[in-house]
C-alpha cells in the first residue's frame, strides 16, 4: 500500500519569502508524484507532476518540486511566495501498479501576508 | 465550459435519508473518480471507473455507498440512509487516456454534503 506524509500543516509567510512544503511517501516501486493546490473556494489543480526524467519539475505559476528517490521525498518550492499564493497544497502519489487512484497527504495549509 | 461540473453544490439531508450526487466529466474522459474530502480524513479514494471495465470499489466505506457509470460519461455517487459521518465534500474528477497512472486527474467543484 502507498502512503503520503506532509509534516507542514500550517506555514504562515511574508510575501517574498522562499517556500518548501515537505512530501514524503511510502511505496516499493515506481510511483508518480503531484502536487495539487486548492486555493481558498476553488477546486483542486495541478501544479506539477513528476513520472520519469529529470526529477527537478517545474510547474505554473513558478513552483517546482524535486524527487529524490533516496529519500522518498517530492518537496514543493517556490523562491519567492506571493499573497496569490495562500492556498492549501496537497502530495499525492499513484504507484506504477494497482489502484489508478491517488494517495493524498494530509494537506498543508500556507498563509502568505501582505 | 469544459470542466468537470457536479451538483448538487450542496446537499443538506437528514439522517437516515438518501441521497445522489451526479458527476459529469470532461467530454471524452475516459476515467472517472469520486473522491471525499472530510476534516477528519482528508481527501480520500472512493471508487474509480475506467472505461468498460468492472469499477474499481475498494474505497468505498461501507456497503451504504454505491456509485454507477452510464454510457461511459455520467456517474451518481448513492449515499443510503445517511449518518453524520458522511458530512463531507464529495469530489468527482476525469481523465483523459487508459487509465495511466501518469494522467493528470481534473477535479470538479465538489458537493458539500451536510448529514443533519
Known amino acids: 500500500a502507498q502512503s503520503v506524509s506532509q509534516h507542514n500543516h500550517h506555514v504562515i509567510l511574508s510575501e517574498a519569502a522562499s517556500l518548501e512544503l515537505g512530501c514524503n511517501y511510502s511505496?516499493?516501486?515506481?510511483?508518480?508524484l503531484f502536487w495539487y493546490v486548492q486555493y481558498p473556494g476553488q477546486h483542486l489543480q495541478l501544479l506539477l507532476k513528476?513520472?520519469?526524467?529529470?526529477?527537478l519539475v517545474k510547474g505554473i505559476k513558478g513552483f517546482e518540486a524535486e524527487f529524490i528517490k533516496s529519500k522518498f521525498s517530492f518537496n514543493l518550492r517556490k523562491p519567492s511566495v506571493q499573497w496569490s499564493d495562500t492556498a492549501e497544497y496537497f502530495c499525492?502519489?499513484?504507484?506504477?501498479?494497482?489502484?489508478?487512484?491517488?494517495?493524498f497527504g494530509s494537506g498543508t495549509r500556507l498563509q502568505v501576508q501582505p | 465550459g469544459a470542466g468537470v461540473s457536479q451538483s448538487p453544490s450542496n446537499k443538506v439531508t437528514e439522517k437516515g435519508k438518501d441521497v445522489e450526487l451526479r458527476c459529469d466529466p470532461i467530454?471524452?474522459?475516459?476515467?472517472l473518480y469520486w473522491y471525499r474530502q472530510s476534516l477528519g480524513q482528508g481527501l480520500e479514494f472512493l471508487i474509480y471507473?475506467?472505461?468498460?471495465?468492472?469499477?474499481?470499489k475498494s474505497g468505498l466505506p461501507s456497503d451504504r455507498f454505491s456509485a454507477e457509470r452510464t454510457g461511459g460519461s455520467v456517474s451518481t455517487l448513492t449515499i443510503q440512509r445517511t449518518q453524520q459521518e458522511d458530512s463531507a465534500v464529495y469530489l468527482c474528477?476525469?481523465?483523459?487516456?487508459?487509465?495511466?497512472?501518469?494522467?493528470?486527474?481534473?477535479f470538479g467543484p465538489g458537493t458539500r454534503l451536510t448529514v443533519l
Open positions: 474528477a476525469s481523465s483523459l487516456a487508459s487509465g495511466r497512472a501518469t494522467d493528470t486527474q481534473y
Open positions: 511505496y516499493g516501486g515506481t510511483v508518480n
Open positions: 513528476y513520472f520519469s526524467g529529470d526529477p
Open positions: 499525492a502519489v499513484i504507484g506504477d501498479t494497482g489502484r489508478r487512484a491517488l494517495t
Open positions: 467530454s471524452g474522459h475516459t476515467a
Open positions: 471507473f475506467q472505461g468498460n471495465s468492472a469499477p474499481d
